[in-house]
């Protein structure tokens, strides 16, 4: 049964706002003890904390200094490469410096610099969602570093040193990439295969090939296929069978897989792919909720995976988003693909239209080769609006 407006009665529970802001923020002032082993995904944490506060409608409770010194902090992990070292661009995770003018140190250290696709997909987040206009990015050369790490599969891995290669890295390979409407040597039609070939038996997406059918590496897959242009390439049967092993998931949240227990990120994870496939209307909106506030912390804010469980930064932002998608007053509304909100999307769309304008004199991007609009491909109403 389809419940998509919901009335007062049906809202009583009510979303702690102003507790979730402030919970967000005591992320981007300290990072806990208990989150010091995620010192080196930091850049992640001020994504869920910036982008959350979005959601919330509550940038404004960061004072301009705040907001410069966090785009100051997100600047100190690019990595530009060296004339000899074309295609290591883009943010690393780690802010870890050694001081030196010893060359063979500095050496030594430079082997382990180069760009993750995650820290840099969720670094721009961070830098548009602040209102910075990405005029220092070189957007050729973090492109380049996105293209080296594509695999002959299609697959991409995170970063230049081998790590592994799956669904993950492919969003964010295309985020990157529509973040800055640049694909350089990125190649789609590859990245199309390798998608449509993790597509399952029951029409979920593995991480890779025949692996298991999983809520998240469905969201990276038909997100990846959006921001790329290329969700039209599935047929019918396909978008309908993927619909459908979504709606599935719902129990009263939403569990990943079949027979796992909900968990409030995937309001977010199966919420987000049905938004894009215009589906979303289809869930039931009350449980959906119900499930969702039960993992509200009442005292200090956050929301955990569980309830009574701990809160966390993730659970907290994907939660808020879930909320959004079920058009909670006082919410932004989440752009579903790229997850940030619609007002940083808008931004964005903005500075794309001023590259384009201006492409003969910018001097981080070379090659006009390469235009096209993949946004204009977006066929989903909630991108248009
Ligand atoms: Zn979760």
């Known amino acids: 049964m389809s419940h998509n407006t919901l009335n007062i009665e049906e ?11 402030k919970y967000f923020i005591r992320f981007l002032n300290v990072l806990p003890a208990r989150l010091a082993s995620h010192d080196c995904t930091r850049p992640t944490i001020a994504f869920y904390s910036v982008c959350g506060l979005d959601v919330l409608n509550s940038l404004h409770l ?16 690019l990595v530009e490469p060296y004339e000899n070292e074309p295609c290591r661009g883009g943010f690393q995770g780690s802010r870890v410096k050694i001081n030196s003018d010893d060359k063979q140190l500095l050496d030594s250290i430079r ?12 670094s721009i987040c961070v830098l548009i969602t602040l209102g910075d206009d990405l005029s220092r990015l070189n957007r050729q050369s973090i492109v380049d570093g996105v293209a080296t790490n594509q695999r002959s599969d299609g697959s991409f891995s995170a970063c230049i040193n081998g790590c592994e290669s799956d669904m993950r890295f492919v969003y964010c390979a295309a985020a990157i990439c529509h973040l800055l409407d640049y694909w350089g040597n990125v190649d789609k039609d590859k990245m199309y295969s390798f998608i449509k070939d993790s597509i399952r038996y029951d029409y979920g997406v593995s991480q890779s090939g025949e692996g298991e059918s999983h809520g998240g590496t469905t969201f990276c897959a038909i997100a990846a296929l959006h921001l790329s242009g290329q969700l039209g390439r599935l047929d019918e049967k396909t978008l309908e ?11 009263d949240g939403f569990q990943g897989r079949p027979n796992k ?34 993992t509200q912390d009442t005292i200090v804010g956050g929301f955990s995976k569980w309830a009574q469980s701990s809160t966390d930064p ?4 994907f939660g808020i988003c ?18 940030i909100a619609m007002p940083a999307y808008k931004r964005l769309q903005q500075l794309h239209a001023q590259w384009r304008t201006n492409s003969t004199d910018d001097k981080y991007f070379n090659s006009t080769k390469e235009h096209e609009s993949d946004t204009d491909t977006i066929t989903s109403p909630l991108i248009k609006a």
């Open 241 to 251: 069978g993927i619909k459908r092993w979504c709606l599935f998931r719902q129990i």
């Open 111 to 122: 082997c382990y610099q180069w760009g993750h696709l995650a820290m840099t997909y969720t």
């Open 62 to 77: 960061l004072t301009p200094q705040m907001r410069k010194d966090i785009i100051e902090w997100i600047y100190t992990g």
């Open 314 to 317: 993730f659970h907290t932002y």
């Open 322 to 339: 879930g909320l959004s998608f079920l058009e909670e007053p006082g919410l932004a509304t989440v752009m579903p693909s790229l997850n």
């Open 11 to 21: 809202r009583k529970e009510p979303v702690l706002f102003t507790k979730h802001a």
């Open 261 to 294: 227990p909900v968990d409030t990120c995937y309001s977010f994870w199966i919420g987000a792919t049905l938004r894009i496939l215009n589906a979303f209307t289809l869930t039931d909106y009350i449980e959906n909720r119900k499930y969702i506030l039960e």
